[in-house]
């Protein structure tokens, strides 16, 4: 008996296999995302999980942001409405400021606040302003200007981990942990 025009032969249609394999609509084997290997023996799963303890991810974190186990203890006990400031580059690497105060100025005046002392940096040539939990920076006018990750500015809203250039020092600003987890609650 002819089989009507048009008709697809069970064997033939997709997604009909035997197997019981699953195929797209032009017949070819939908294989899901795994993690088998084929090798002697066929295919073998193997598990690509990696688990690390809160020591060794805290350890990587610092490596990655260059941040010492130091650095990232005082930055941890930082209280509200307080902000730190650490020197990457420059003289006095290492160096660390807390930022306490409603309004501090960095410059070579050896009254400033956060003493830089370096030719290339003004008497008084930037001033860092608190308003509640947030900071900013300042250019004083300075000679030499003041950057912000990277662009000149006259002033800028502070967000963690930016670099702030005064002459040639560059000095990374690290927010209170307790501001931040305010500020990510909403």
Do not use: C, W
Request: negative net charge; hydrophobic residues 35%; aromatic residues 6%.
């Amino acid at each position: 008996m002819a089989e009507p025009a048009g008709h697809v032969p069970d064997a033939d249609r997709p997604g009909d296999q035997t197997s019981g394999s699953p195929t797209t609509g032009d017949g070819v084997p939908v294989t899901e995302p795994s993690t088998r290997q084929f090798g002697v023996g066929g295919p073998r799963e193997v598990d690509t999980t990696l688990s690390f303890n809160e020591e060794f991810q805290a350890q990587l974190a610092a490596l990655e942001g260059g941040v010492s186990t130091d650095e990232r203890d005082a930055v941890s006990a930082l209280p509200s409405g307080s902000a730190l400031l650490v020197v990457r580059r420059g003289p006095n690497i290492g160096a660390r400021f807390l930022l306490d105060s409603d309004v501090t100025v960095a410059g070579r005046h050896p009254e400033a606040g956060i003493f830089l002392d370096d030719v290339t940096v003004s008497r008084k040539h930037a001033e860092f302003r608190r308003q509640g939990t947030t900071f900013s920076v300042r250019d004083l006018g300075s000679l030499n200007g003041t950057y912000f990750d990277g662009v000149r500015i006259d002033e800028a809203l502070l967000s963690d981990g930016a670099e702030v250039q005064v002459g040639k020092f560059r000095l990374t600003f690290y927010a209170s942990r307790v501001d931040l987890a305010h500020l990510a609650l909403g």
